[in-house]
């Protein structure tokens, strides 16, 4: 029988029994409360600028939210930030030093400050407008700001501040000329009066004057309807390049917010969905010194015209005949080196498809390709968003997926010479530059694709020395003076915590924080998830975590755990993001269960083919991935094939749905929760990427969206969603519901949780969420 229930409290099944004695068993009621009876881990490190304090969020007090913490190098014991630290001290983060690392500027409360190489601080404005963006410019003679939208300059020795630039939102108003019969009349007009025509020299002779005395305006930059962003000036003052955009006129959605304080239904403004129009940019040069505007024109870009592969499955089109256009391309940056003598721009095209990274001669507004990254899927990865990074006056560094795995990259802008400093099958993350610009430190998974540690490397390449030595997944962020990292460090079955660690190979953690695992959370025998691997039906190698039951229920029932986000890595040696799930795994494990959770195809941390293995199919090899992984455990694990589930939400939700649509008789029961139900109605940025847009490419979106498959129906289903849901819309639900409904199907549920978005807040939402689950569970599969 069909139900539609709202979130009432279940009084059965939230307690599965325990297979060990003598230990408290977990209940859903117990795992689901405020997280703040598990304990306390810390976050956001960040140390000083001047180096003596490290600064991180934390609430051993169990307060309401996190308070700042700090330590010393010399006092270890942590202690609450006074509200006077908070406000005096900066961010190493947010300064930006001189070029020779003696002075540095930063901006706080939209206040721009500069503190000398004496490590005397000046407070350089108090106004109602934020300044933002500072830059040392002229030879670090002044710092460059940003205000409403203009560049202004704080001249260091004079502390004069000039205004750079005069963006003026509208367009120039000019005078109309005069028409042929006005232009008669007023030289007739002179013609006639001897008196007129000496007062017009007159008048000509002291505007000239007038002219050439006068200092020179500061010229008018007019954005018509569009707005200024991402202002940079040149080291040497000379160039501004700023970026304008149009607000594309996409149609919002709305969601309806039932439960409020006022008892009127209200609307929320939403997002556009994927396919909507798309702000364009472009990028200008202001020339300061010949005081002229350049549009840095995008049609020399190499391969700007080209088509992406897909097309060939729409011949009715006609692609092939038609003029081809050039491809709409987004500019970051620019970035220029320390000299001030060459500048690159990040520029990618707006369907993905294509990065390329460019050196920009400003005094013409031309672009000369320095490398270009092309993938018929779409162009993403570890660091691949990240700018840029100049070592010398002639070599940047970057990062590429080109050998299949994001890794580091150094050219020689001027000869185009490109080496290949890290190699091998893993992933680079997390990059960072020394302040002499020799080392690369980066985070890598080289021994395990879920074993995450902190490595460095000359930036002239050759050996790499390794600084972590724990199994996990470590975190660092290094000191001012680079002797020292904070290492946010975890196991899969221990949550984060605090360490201090010397920047060398064979120097050890020293633990700050350790309050991640209260005492009641330490009571119970959390698993250390088996990492196992198993072979899917194309060959590939899959990653996933193996929860074993102490005692099998009779029935041998299993679980495939789904996570969430695609792009995301869970079958890693660190504390999951998805701490609920995998008490909750547990806790089934507990019960009876075995239980897999898979890094299945589109997961992050096994290079670029697994990334891409979703392209133009969701609900393909990636639901695959999870009919292997079931296939696995009936043969290795002794689990009756007539007896397994499945669960996840948001994209976990989605491959549940089509996994319980589109597999009859492979899952006898599947919750799935916050689920997308029709891609052509989730948002551009993610879905454009992998499916291309609806109206181009309606083949991969008809393919992945579970709304068409709706009839495959068999086994038993369960659909919770957050009714005010801002990203994963509750429409999604709703329509899938009335398509269930219109196809008479009858063994389905769905749950609806009035106050909830897409990641719920309230412990009893979670609660009555996971009590359906395991109560779905339990009478399906046990």
């Keep these: 029988m069909k139900k539609i229930v709202f979130s009432l409290s279940l009084l059965l099944f939230s307690t599965i029994v325990f297979a060990q004695k003598n230990l408290t068993p977990l209940t859903v009621e117990k795992i689901m409360r405020d997280p703040k009876w598990m304990g306390t881990s810390p976050s956001n490190p960040y140390w000083s600028a001047d180096g003596r304090y490290l600064f991180f969020s934390w609430n051993p007090d169990k307060a309401e939210s996190d308070s700042l913490y700090y330590i010393t190098l010399s ?14 001290i900066p961010s190493f983060n947010s300064i930006v030093y001189n070029t020779a690392k003696t002075a540095y500027t930063y901006t706080k409360d939209g206040d721009l400050f500069y503190v000398d190489a004496q490590k005397r601080e000046h407070r350089v404005t108090q106004t109602v407008e934020a300044e933002n963006s500072p830059q040392f410019i002229e030879r670090d003679a002044k710092i460059a700001f940003t205000r409403a939208q203009n560049i202004y300059a704080f001249d260091i020795a004079s502390g004069l501040t000039a205004q750079l630039t005069n ?74 390049a700023y970026r304008l955009f149009k607000p594309a006129n996409a149609k919002n959605t709305i969601v309806p917010n ?21 702000s364009a940019t472009e990028l200008y040069i202001f020339d300061r010194e010949k005081d002229t505007v350049l549009l840095v024109k995008a049609d020399g870009i190499p391969g700007l015209y080209d088509l992406p592969d897909y097309v ?135 021994l395990h694709p879920g074993d995450y540690r902190v490595y460095r490397i000359s930036v002239n390449g050759g050996t790499v020395e390794r600084l972590t030595s724990q199994a996990g997944i470590s ?55 088996e990492i196992v691997t198993f072979t899917a039906r194309d060959g590939a190698t899959v990653y996933a975590r193996l929860y074993k039951p102490s005692t099998q229920a009779a029935t041998k029932p299993a679980v495939i755990f789904v996570h969430g986000a695609g792009y995301l890595q869970n079958v890693h040696k660190g504390w999951s993001t998805y701490f609920r799930e995998y008490m909750f795994n547990n806790l089934l494990a507990d019960g009876g269960y075995t239980v897999l959770d898979i890094d299945y195809r589109g997961s992050e ?37 007539k007896r397994i589930g499945i669960y996840g939400g948001s994209y976990g939700g989605f491959m549940t749905l089509m996994a319980m649509f589109t597999q009859p008789g ?44 709706a009839e495959g129906l068999k086994g038993h289903l369960l659909m919770c969603h957050g009714m005010v849901d801002q990203n994963v819309h509750f429409q999604d639900i709703v329509r899938i519901t009335q398509r269930l409904i219109e196809l008479g199907k009858n063994n389905w549920e769905l749950a609806v949780y009035p106050v909830e ?26």
């Design 312 to 446: 060939k499955d729409y011949p009715s089109k006609d692609t092939g005949r038609k003029k081809p256009m050039p491809r709409s391309v987004n500019f970051r940056g620019p970035v220029w080196n320390d000299e001030g003598t060459k500048a690159v721009v990040d520029v990618r095209s707006a369907d993905n498809k294509d990065r390329w990274i460019m050196l920009l001669d400003p005094a013409t507004g031309t672009l000369k390709n320095i490398d270009r990254q092309r993938d018929e899927a779409w162009v993403a990865g570890p660091g691949i968003f990240s700018s840029p990074i100049w070592t010398d006056e002639n070599n940047i560094l970057f990062q590429s997926e080109a050998d299949g795995y994001s890794h580091i990259y150094k050219v020689d802008i001027n000869t185009g010479t490109k080496t290949q400093l890290t190699k091998g099958a893993y992933e680079i993350s997390n990059l960072q530059l020394s302040k002499d610009r020799k080392i690369i430190y980066y985070t890598a998974n080289d």
């Design 167 to 240: 963006f003026v939102r509208g367009t120039a108003q000019k005078e109309a000329p005069l028409n042929a019969q006005e232009k008669w009349l007023s030289q007739d007009a002179l013609r006639m009066s001897q008196v007129l025509r000496e007062r017009k020299a007159r008048r000509d002779s002291a505007e000239a004057i007038a002219k050439r005395s006068k200092p020179r305006e500061l010229r008018s930059i007019y954005t018509e309807d569009k707005n200024v962003f991402g202002s940079v000036v040149s080291p040497d003052g000379r160039f501004v």
């Design 75 to 88: 006092d270890r014991t942590p202690k609450k930030a006074t509200v006077q630290m908070q406000q005096n």
């Design 757 to 782: 978005d897409h990641g719920f807040v309230d412990p009893s939402s979670w609660t009555d969420e996971y009590k359906r689950v395991l109560k779905l569970f339990e009478e399906v599969l046990k």
């Design 666 to 709: 492979v899952f006898a029961a599947g919750a799935g929760l916050r689920s997308v139900t029709d891609w052509a109605h989730y948002n551009h940025g993610y879905t454009s990427n992998i499916l291309n847009e609806p109206y181009n490419d309606s083949l991969a979106y008809k393919r992945s969206s579970p709304i068409y498959y």
């Design 605 to 641: 941390g096994y290079g670029r083919n697994w990334r891409t293995g979703i392209y133009r199919h969701m609900g393909g090899k990636d639901l695959d991935d999870q009919v292997d992984g079931a296939n696995y455990l009936v043969k290795t694990h002794n689990v009756d094939p």
């Design 258 to 278: 039932y439960v409020t304080e006022t008892g009127f239904t209200t609307d929320i403004n939403g997002r556009s969905k994927v396919g909507a129009p798309q």
């Design 475 to 529: 975190r660092f962020t290094l000191s001012p003076d680079e002797k020292t990292m904070a290492v946010l460090y975890s196991y899969s079955n221990k949550p984060w915590e605090l360490y201090l660690q010397e920047t060398k190979a064979t120097a050890k953690l020293q633990q700050i924080t350790n309050l991640a695992m209260s005492e009641e959370l330490k009571s119970y025998p959390w698993r250390d998830p």
